[in-house]
């Protein structure tokens, strides 16, 4: 009698469309849950919880419910070499601080290779100084003064 274990290899990562948002600026990250195998996997979850400085606008997904409050995508499934895509839109509410969006995922299967479960992925909001502040040629000018 031999017992035939179940083994797959989930892998996650993540990407963004702009890693140099200006304050205030929508900015949209694709994640992909992908199924190596050899097995099929089943209660896929993945934690994605916006990070301090990025606000939920809203998402799309080809698999399963996204929660925003919680951060937790419930897949479900993912068979041999399907790929679960989710899209979220943030703002950018923080600025001259570096914002690091990590995801996890894991399954109910033994994963052979945990490596490949977490990505991070950082971006560096543009810094909001108000360069008219710097540039001004009279700091403190008097009603009728030409500043330029
Ligand atoms: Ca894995």
């Given amino acids: 009698m031999t017992f035939v274990r179940v083994i797959t290899n989930i ?6 469309n702009n890693t140099n948002p200006n304050y205030l600026e929508n900015i949209t990250w694709t994640i992909n849950v992908k199924n190596l195998g050899p097995d099929n996997a089943t209660n896929v979850k993945v934690t994605e919880l916006l990070p301090d400085g990025l606000t939920y606008i809203k998402h799309t997904t080809n698999n399963g419910t996204y929660n925003s409050t ?7 499934n993912v068979n041999v070499d399907e790929t679960a895509t989710l ?3 943030t703002q950018v509410t923080k600025d001259s601080h570096n914002i690091t969006n990590t995801v996890n995922v894991t399954s109910t299967e033994k994963d052979w290779n945990m490596t490949n479960n977490v990505y991070n992925l950082t971006i560096v909001p543009n810094s909001t100084d108000l360069s008219i502040k710097k540039e001004l040629s009279n700091a403190n000018p008097y009603i009728g003064d030409t500043i330029t």
């Fill in 11 to 16: 892998i996650v990562n993540k990407t963004v």
């Fill in 70 to 76: 919680t951060g937790l995508w419930n897949i479900g």
């Fill in 87 to 89: 899209i979220i839109i």
